[in-house]
T-cell receptor, first 112, second 115 residues
Framework: GEDVEQSLFLSVREGDSSVINCTYTDSSSTYLYWYKQEPGAGLQLLTYIFSNMDMKQDQRLTVLLNKKDKHLSLRIADTQTGDSAIYFCAERIYNQGGKLIFGQGTELSVKP | EAGVTQFPSHSVIEKGQTVTLRCDPISGHDNLYWYRRVMGKEIKFLLHFVKESKQDESGMPNNRFLAERTGGTYSTLKVQPAELEDSGVYFC?????????????FGNGTRLTVT
């Protein structure tokens, strides 16, 4: 079956790096995504990685994928107070019409 | 380009009443999805349209929920009669072309409170 797990909370100091972790169970996942939800707003696509890659970097964001362990992480360098939000990991499964399976979300709190 | 828009942004209704949520996808996006987040839990899939056809409705909780997408443009999700456990945030998303490799773009959601 499909299941995506994330830790619920993470607190960091401004300027530090944040690492948000995610594990998934379905080995047929094709793409893995990170979405960000700011208070009162919708889901903003941050980045995604194809399952045959192990790393993707986009400015302050680095995504690492360990396909053997089914582990995905999102690293935010030089975390700012504006990065405070809920971050959702999601997997997209090839043979299920493109629907996303989400984790519970990790609430990132950045303290000045 | 306008993003995915949802209406209303908030709705407060009493148990037993009916509510209809609306979603306007990005123009030209054939795929439209409904999701729901209840009580701070994970965002759960409800159903998927390709144009006007229901591709996958395996996530619909029960027959009190009815989704339509007449003409393959906007979609509505009706809850009738609403129950307390239906409270949550309902998200709509759309994607273009082949569904498995096109990112989903989400709306801001409708926060539904059933009292």
């Amino acid at each position: 079956g499909e299941d995506v797990e994330q830790s619920l909370f993470l607190s960091v100091r401004e300027g530090d790096s944040s690492v948000i972790n995610c594990t998934y169970t379905d080995s047929s996942s094709t793409y893995l995504y990170w979405y960000k939800q700011e208070p009162g707003a919708g889901l903003q696509l941050l980045t995604y990685i194809f399952s045959n890659m192990d790393m993707k970097q986009d400015q302050r964001l680095t995504v690492l994928l360990n396909k053997k362990d089914k582990h995905l992480s999102l690293r935010i360098a030089d975390t700012q107070t504006g990065d405070s939000a809920i971050y959702f990991c999601a997997e997209r499964i090839y043979n299920q019409g493109g629907k996303l399976i989400f984790g519970q979300g990790t609430e990132l709190s950045v303290k000045p | 380009e306008a993003g995915v828009t949802q209406f209303p942004s908030h709705s407060v209704i009493e148990k037993g009443q009916t509510v209809t949520l609306r979603c306007d996808p990005i123009s030209g996006h054939d795929n439209l999805y409904w999701y729901r987040r209840v009580m701070g839990k994970e965002i759960k899939f409800l159903l998927h349209f390709v144009k006007e056809s229901k591709q996958d409705e395996s996530g619909m909780p029960n027959n009190r929920f009815l989704a339509e997408r007449t003409g393959g443009t906007y979609s509505t999700l009706k809850v009738q009669p609403a129950e307390l456990e239906d409270s949550g945030v309902y998200f709509c998303a759309s994607s273009q072309g082949h569904s498995y490799n096109s990112p989903l773009h989400f709306g801001n959601g409708t926060r539904l409170t059933v009292t």
